[in-house]
């Protein structure tokens, strides 16, 4: 059993910033890629930002220069530095870690952190 536990979000004014970090337990060896994705209302999830076990790290182009993914391999979590924070990035926020075994891929989800920008 995988669960993957995100905290870290709230309300916060536009300009401001916000820390989410992700902790991953269960019977895993290793994750591979970690990642964040966000949803607002009426629409659907979208990609925030990925990062691989290796530290390589992709955006998508809204958040770049605002956002930081990072990860702890040692304690499977992964964090998610937001500063310039605006209404657009109102959200829930969820966790995604991905594990590749040499059967299959798996994708696991958090249940989700909301993150609140008022103007």
């Known amino acids: 059993q995988v669960q993957l536990v995100e905290s870290g979000g709230g309300l916060v004014q536009a300009g401001g910033s916000l820390r989410l970090s992700c902790v991953v337990s269960?019977?895993?060896?290793?994750?591979?890629?970690m990642g964040w994705y966000r949803q607002a209302p009426g629409k659907q999830r979208e990609l925030v930002a990925t990062?691989?076990?290796?530290?390589?790290?992709n955006y998508a182009d809204s958040v770049k220069g605002r956002f930081t993914i990072s990860r702890d391999n040692a304690k499977n979590t992964v964090y998610l530095q937001m500063t310039s924070l605006t209404p657009e990035d109102t959200a829930g926020y969820y966790c995604?870690?991905?594990?590749?075994?040499?059967?299959?891929?798996?994708?696991?989800w958090g249940q989700g952190t909301q993150v609140t920008v008022s103007s």
């Open positions: 269960g019977s895993i060896s290793s994750i591979d890629a």
């Open positions: 990062i691989t076990r290796g530290g390589s790290t």
């Open positions: 995604n870690a991905h594990i590749v075994t040499p059967f299959r891929a798996y994708d696991y």
